[in-house]
């Protein structure tokens, strides 16, 4: 389906081309304003290429027609400010408060943060299973093998195995 496109394309202060064309795409259209100007390139030019929508046109027309001034063709949705916010307010031991010794105002709860839950085999946690992943890349001599065996990645093991000088420089 051909698509209506509106262009304009100008040089400095002067415009070179301002219409219409019909096409199937944007780059038809492009195209279009090449051959139009006799120009293989469009540099140091300013062109839009807009596509119109053919519905909103026959909508426009079939309105201008029918003879309304515009004032109810569509469906128009007023635009109405945004409620205003709160005012901000510090809520520390250096708020202000209404009397010297009554408690500062109550606001919300500050979030506690919680320290992230370990995770399993991170180095600097300390935890049994890097002793067990060397035992076991100490029997088998692989690691990745030993990697795999326990769900970590066989770069980490061979990080880990440099930083603590395991036996046999993996």
């Not at 309105?63 to 709160?86: F, Q, R, S, Y």
């Not at 001599?141 to 990697?147: M, Q």
Request: proline residues 9%; positive net charge; charged residues 30%.
């Amino acid at each position: 389906m051909d698509k209506l496109y509106y262009i304009v394309c100008e040089d400095n202060e002067t415009t070179l081309f301002d219409g219409r064309y019909q096409g199937r795409t944007r780059g038809a259209a492009l195209k279009f304003l090449k051959q139009s100007l006799g120009r293989k390139s469009l540099n140091g030019l300013v062109f839009t290429i807009t596509e119109i929508p053919v519905p909103l046109i026959r909508e426009i027309v079939a309105e201008i027609l029918a003879g309304g001034d515009g004032t109810g063709a569509a469906n128009v949705v007023p635009i109405k400010a945004p409620d205003p916010t709160p005012p901000a307010g510090r809520y520390d031991a250096f708020a202000e408060t209404a009397e010297p010794g009554s408690p500062p105002a109550e606001g919300p709860a500050p979030k506690k943060r919680r320290k992230p839950a370990a995770k399993v085999g991170n180095p600097g946690h300390g935890d049994d299973l890097w002793k067990k992943v060397r035992a076991h890349w100490e029997k088998c001599g692989n690691l990745s093998e030993a990697a795999r065996k326990f769900g970590l990645s066989p770069n980490s093991v061979k990080t880990r195995a440099r930083r603590e000088n395991w036996k046999g420089d993996a």
